[in-house]
């Protein structure tokens, strides 16, 4: 607990703290989403949207929101047609 203060502490407004720790924890659903992801997904194939979510086992809009968020960050692309795919790391990550 007092990590914690200490860490609520370093923000003016409460709220920044609670931003803060909302990001850091959507940020981990999406990387961990995005391994299990790449395990399972073979490079530069494309994918609609039910078969990502049926595979991973998130409903629609869940998966929806985390693939939005992988595409942000450049992790997946999305084309045109509304598909995505996943990038060839060769090893990268």
């Known amino acids: 607990m007092k990590k914690v203060v200490q860490q609520l502490c370093q923000f003016e407004d409460p709220r920044e703290y609670l931003l803060h720790l909302s990001l850091g924890l959507a940020l981990k659903s999406a ?18 949207l039910a078969a990502i979510a049926e595979t991973a086992h998130f409903d ?12 942000y960050l450049e992790l997946i692309e999305e084309d045109e047609k509304g598909e995505w795919r996943m990038p060839d790391w060769n090893g990268a990550l």
């Open 31 to 48: 990387w961990d989403f995005f391994e299990k992801l790449r395990k399972q997904w073979p490079a530069n194939e494309t994918r609609s």
């Open 60 to 71: 629609p809009p869940s998966c929806l929101r985390l693939l939005r968020l992988l595409a």
